[in-house]
């Protein structure tokens, strides 16, 4: 190919591209009016939306407000022992299925447990028959570490408080 012809075919090329751009530029124009036309026809929003106004940047936050300190003792959560879960799932009214069912709120109690039962110790004291002496033998029981005197209550039982009516 020589030069003339590649002149020629890049001059037909450029109008043939010219032609294009301007065919779109007539397509651009009708579109513009289309757009003028679509929001002169713009309805308002309805009364229940809001406006997407942007909030003012403030320069500095606002400290935290903070509460009164006569309301701030307020009693520490234990951990607690046993946990027990009141669930809801239907409404009690028409008995549907709730939806996005979460904690609403916690309470503690705080209770003593049952005492523990007593322990009854018995002691079994044996005894035999000496040949030797002729007289009966008894093993010997020292329980002066688990009871005061003669009496059946332990040295435990005995410390504790008696409630006085």
Do not use: Y
């Amino acid at each position: 190919m020589t030069t003339d012809e590649r002149i020629v075919t890049l001059e037909d090329q450029l109008k043939q591209a010219l032609e294009r751009v301007q065919l779109l530029e007539e397509q651009l124009v009708v579109a513009h009016k289309r757009i003028e036309e679509l929001e002169k026809q713009k309805t308002p929003p309805p009364a229940f939306a809001k406006a997407n106004a942007k909030k003012p940047a403030s320069g500095e936050k606002k400290p935290r407000k903070k509460r009164d300190p006569t309301h701030n003792h307020a009693r520490r959560r234990e951990k607690p022992t046993r946990m027990v879960e009141h669930r809801i799932s239907t409404c009690p009214v028409c008995s549907s299925r709730l939806g996005g069912v979460s904690v609403a709120r916690r309470r503690q109690v705080i209770e003593l447990p049952p005492p523990p039962p007593i322990e009854v110790t018995e002691h079994v004291v044996s005894h035999g028959w000496c040949s030797q002496c002729a007289t009966w033998r008894e093993a010997p029981l020292d329980v002066s570490r688990e009871v005061i005197g003669q009496g059946r209550m332990g040295v435990k039982l005995t410390s504790l408080p008696t409630c006085a009516r």
